[in-house]
């Protein structure tokens, strides 16, 4: 079993930056792949960034690319979001993700075997 716990989620202005943590528990966390996701009212969990259990590997959705960035420090068992250059469209729920099929290359939701409770990030206009 794994159990992830988010922080770091608040309400900002355009423009901002803020940083999301995901704590992970269970002896699995290293041998497998990270992944943040988000909710908004109505729409589906959509894929947000994901990271190779080296911490090497990333991938991003087009709509976050060259303004978040993922990291993971091993030691910690903790993976980070940073997100910079925030618009309201970032407006939503975030969730830290894991799985044994989740990979930077195969990063659907329906490989997640573990999920987050979420942290709501706001972002004003």
């Known amino acids: 079993q794994v159990q992830l716990v988010e922080s770091g989620g608040g309400l900002v202005q355009a423009g901002d930056s803020l940083r999301l943590s995901c704590t992970a528990s269970?002896?699995?966390?290293?041998?497998?792949?990270m992944g943040w996701f988000r909710q908004s009212p109505g729409k589906e969990r959509e894929f947000v960034a994901a990271?190779?259990?080296?911490?090497?590997?990333?991938r991003y959705s087009d709509s976050v690319k060259d303004r978040f960035t993922i990291s993971r420090d091993n030691a910690k068992t903790t993976v980070f979001l940073q997100m910079n250059s925030l618009k309201s469209a970032d407006t939503a729920v975030y969730y830290c993700?894991?799985?044994?099929?989740?990979?930077?290359?195969?990063?659907?939701?329906?490989?997640?075997?573990?999920w987050g409770q979420g942290t709501q990030v706001t972002v004003s206009s």
């Open positions: 990271i190779d259990r080296s911490g090497v590997g990333t």
């Open positions: 993700a894991t799985g044994r099929r989740l990979t930077i290359v195969e990063h659907t939701s329906a490989v997640v075997d573990y």
């Open positions: 269970g002896r699995t966390f290293y041998g497998y792949a």
